[in-house]
């Protein structure tokens, strides 16, 4: 396999990095939304095995995106399919025709919407290749359902899921980063020690290593993980906004008094992260640091107000607040540390018949991977289910009646009555015991940090849905 000559952003003899531009551009999983930048380079990783006659070839290219601002680059996986022949089918998926150096010319799509692609995908994992510049790993104990069919999940995703059938779903990895994903290492962890608060491990994929200006790299990229398929589960999230559904449509009614009360699903999910925190500190390494510590966190929060505020300068008006909130927490004495989740909403929990999933364990998409893996304090997944808790009722509010008025200020006070309760009820649940003052510390710096976080995620993605992180960083300064 060979990289496409494209080293400097201005020689692209074939087109294919200004043909690829728009759909990088306006694919979901691109992090870069917001800044100008160029694709300055296309390299081929590497063919999926398993083609067949009549088949598509399938290859994986990674593009590097060069940002105008001079922010580091990123790379970003193209899982692509190469037909001689254009597929209407795939209409929708179209990236172009262009003279491939491996292929030839052919018509190229985005492989994850095809289910010819994907099943070389599959073959790949349920029958490794012994060679070859990509790497398939595999968990015992499952056997996998090679004659299911692919279906591209839909949604507002940071990558790129396949479900094969109801027996196993594969995570493509968009943005990739060299080195180890935790997403596979956490999940591979709690898999070998039976957790049951995630879905099993099967296998992921992985490209031993890239050269990089010429440079060679001992980092693997780690480009898709295949899991358990959970197959009754219901989004967390879709749960929450159900229940503030049903007790807006019972105005006169209170959250405690209303069919599809959540306040036992958060106590559950309270207990399904607690005892996934336990299993965390048992298998990676967990201790108690000093005061240096606690204010190495804080300077980190305080880094990400600076930044945030030049994003999002609505923020200006509440930054004395927020700052002592981070600095009540650099003064701590100290603060124990492990492996945690790092971006933790309602959208990453599953409600299944067997209980509460919690699914990607990659961190923060915004942060570096070197920041994802530090160990941190399990506060910060806390308080952003804090933090989602309090987005699912005032999310309803924005789209309940096509905004109209009548019955809005009824609505806000069922929201933060509903808010309240099911946070109280995931908190205790959690804890078991009241908060020392040094958590209530701690979890009051870590959820201004994530509605900071909130703040700048909504300007750059959902401007319309800026105001409700803004607001709950206006209450922490009325508090
Ligand atoms: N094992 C699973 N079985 C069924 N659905 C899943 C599973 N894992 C994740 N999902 C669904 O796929 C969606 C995307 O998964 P997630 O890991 O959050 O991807 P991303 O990194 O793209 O945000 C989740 O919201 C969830 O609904
Ligand atoms: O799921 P991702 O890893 O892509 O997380 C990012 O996107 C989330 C939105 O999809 C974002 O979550 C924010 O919105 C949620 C409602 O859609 C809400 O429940 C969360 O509390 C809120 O933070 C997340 O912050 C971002 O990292």
Redesign the pocket.
Known sequence: MTDHPTDHPTDDPSGLRELLHPFVAEARWFGGKGRAFAIGGVRRLGEVPGHVADGPHVAIDLVTVTFEDGGEDEYYQLPLAFYAEPQDRLAHAHLGQWGDEDFGTCHVYDAVHDREAMACWLRSFANPPADGPLAFHRLPGHDLDLDAHSTL?SGE???S?VAFGEDA?M?VFRKITPGANPDISIHEVLTRAGSDHV?ALYGWLETPSITTEGEPQDRVLQLAML????RT?T?GWDLALASVRNLFAEADLHADEVGGDFAGEAARLGEALAETHRTLEQHFPAEDRPAEAARALADAMHRRLEAALAVAPELTAYADDLRGAYDALGALDGVRVQQIHGDLHL??T?RTARGWKI??F?GEPAKTLAERVLPDSPWRDVAGMLRSLDYAPRVVERTWGDGLDEGADQRAYRSAEWAARNRNAFLTAYAGRDLTADEETLLAAYVADKAVYETVYETRNRPTWVAIPLEAVARIGAS
Do not use: I, R
């Not at 899991?227 to 959970?230: I, K, V």
């Open positions: 999940f995703q940071s990558n899921s779903l995570k879905a899991q358990q398929f959970l589960a989004d959208g990453q599953l699914v990607d990659e």
